[in-house]
């Protein structure tokens, strides 16, 4: 019978809203020719909300680990980030953070540019971007 339940759960993509959270580590980024060191969550969410241009954020395409940043660092879901990008473009206070497909892509973004700004997997993490927050 379990068999046959976990068959089915898996079969029709269900199995996703039973999944555990997303339990990647989360870090957020600089180039190593940035002089920051260290940052808190609270000093990050500034940048990806627009509140602050010291440094230029790059975004993850929508997916679990930009929901997981979201939540955990800025203490808001894709709506209601959508929805301040979409007012501070509207009236000219800002540009829209760069989007990329990957983790990658934002640690190449990040790690080319001394003023961005960007988070990854930990795992991700090479010589080429310097951590200066660990998401809890």
């Known amino acids: ?5 976990a068959k089915i759960l898996l079969a ?3 199995w996703l809203a039973i ?10 980024i600089v180039s190593p020719k940035n002089p920051a060191t260290r940052m808190f969550g609270e000093q990050a969410a500034q940048f990806f909300l627009g509140k602050s241009t010291l ?4 975004e993850h395409s929508d997916g679990p680990l930009r929901n997981e940043f979201y939540k955990k660092v800025l203490d ?19 540009s829209a953070p760069k989007e990329m497909g990957s983790s990658a892509e934002v640690k190449k973004a990040v790690a080319a540019d001394p ?11 090479d010589d ?3 951590v200066i927050l660990t998401v809890p």
């Open 128 to 130: 080429t971007v310097k």
């Open 55 to 58: 440094f230029t954020p790059i």
């Open 1 to 5: 019978m379990k068999t046959t339940i």
């Open 12 to 14: 029709t993509g269900a």
């Open 76 to 94: 808001k879901d894709s709506t209601q980030v959508k929805a301040i990008w979409s007012k501070l473009v509207f009236t000219g206070k800002a």
């Open 115 to 125: 003023q961005a700004i960007g988070y990854i997997e930990k795992s991700q993490v």
């Open 19 to 28: 999944a555990p959270a997303f339990a990647t580590e989360i870090v957020v």
